[in-house]
């Protein structure tokens, strides 16, 4: 899986990567009441403008990316230098208010993750194969503390993929058991049979 990502990146298959902000991330975070100066968590965050949409509304960005090439566009179609390092495995960019840590999402643990308050998935569990779904929605939810607020784009399609299918009752049977979670709208049927679908999820306290 990994390397036909990076296969992807490296010869401009990018239909997924969208030229400008998602129209349902600018309709539905404002709702969700995430505080200003919240960090924000983006997997598999290729080179979205989502993220600088984001930062521009003073929500620091943690995106995570496989692909170099994609961290490099990113960074090169933005403004303001750029500060590169290499923490705990990754090879990390910082953009003013955006970092984008270059690795594996399965890589980044909690301990990386101490600052993070929020996170939004518009391409991540979408791109990956059912047998890896449930791994990353367990994953995400030991990086988010009690009370993170997220935004979740899915998709439904004929069978195929990536991007592939993920129905309304997979994503209860996934995130249910650590997140409230919250339909919010259905998109429009799209011409190649995709349809989006859009969630609301809040990280779950601990049992009392």
């Not at 449930?134 to 998709?155: N, T, V």
């Amino acid at each position: 899986m990994a390397d036909d990502w990076l296969k992807r990146w490296h010869e401009g298959r990018i239909g997924f990567h969208r030229d400008h902000p998602h129209p349902a991330l600018i309709r539905h975070w404002p709702a969700l009441k995430v505080r200003a100066g919240t960090k924000v968590l983006v997997p598999l965050c290729g080179k979205s403008l989502d993220m600088r949409w984001l930062a521009n509304r003073d929500y620091p960005v943690l995106g995570i990316e496989l692909a170099e090439t994609a961290i490099e566009q990113f960074v090169a179609e933005g403004r303001g230098d750029v500060t590169r390092y290499h923490q705990d495995g990754f090879d990390v960019c910082r953009q003013g208010n955006l970092e984008l840590w270059c690795g594996d999402f399965f890589h980044f643990h909690i301990d990386q993750a101490a600052e993070i308050g929020a996170f939004y998935d518009r391409a991540a569990l979408i791109a990956l194969p059912e047998a890896t779904r449930q791994r990353y929605a367990f994953h995400l939810a030991q990086l988010m503390p009690p009370g993170a607020r997220g935004l979740l784009i899915s998709l439904t399609r004929d069978p195929g993929g990536p991007p592939y299918s993920v129905d309304a009752d997979e994503v209860h049977a996934l995130f249910d058991p650590n997140f409230r979670v919250t339909h919010l709208e259905d998109g429009e049927p799209e011409a190649n049979g995709f349809r989006e679908c859009v969630w609301a999820l809040e990280r779950r306290g601990p049992l009392t």
